[in-house]
Nanobody
Framework: QVQLVESGGGLVQPGGSLRLSCAAS????????MGWSRQTPGNQRELVAA???????NYADSVKGRFTISRDNAKNRVYLQMNSLKPEDTAVYYC?????????WGQGTQVTVSS
């Protein structure tokens, strides 16, 4: 059994920054993709940024140039540095990972951008 735990969410003013962290734990034999999605009430979950199985990085157009995804393979962690935050970035952010050939999700962390 594997677990993904996010941290780093919170309240930030427009223009501010936050860094999200996601740690994978449990019986892990392989992690072939990791990334972040977000969801607002009444809307579908959308991809924010991800390392794909092929090793490339994808970003949503809305966050390009402002968000940066990174990972620490030795620690089974993925990070999301979010700069120049906007009110429309307000959402619950979820970590997602392809672990042992099965997708796992974290419980989510709230990010609120408001003055």
């Amino acid at each position: 059994q594997v677990q993904l735990v996010e941290s780093g969410g919170g309240l930030v003013q427009p223009g501010g920054s936050l860094r999200l962290s996601c740690a994978a734990s449990g019986s892990i034999f392989s992690i072939n993709a990791m990334g972040w999605s977000r969801q607002t009430p009444g809307n579908q979950r959308e991809l924010v940024a991800a390392f794909t199985r092929g090793g490339s990085i994808n970003y949503a157009d809305s966050v390009k140039g402002r968000f940066t995804i990174s990972r620490d393979n030795a620690k089974n962690r993925v990070y999301l540095q979010m700069n120049s935050l906007k009110p429309e970035d307000t959402a619950v952010y979820y970590c997602k990972a392809l672990i042992n050939d099965a997708w796992s999700w974290g419980q989510g962390t709230q990010v609120t951008v408001s003055s």
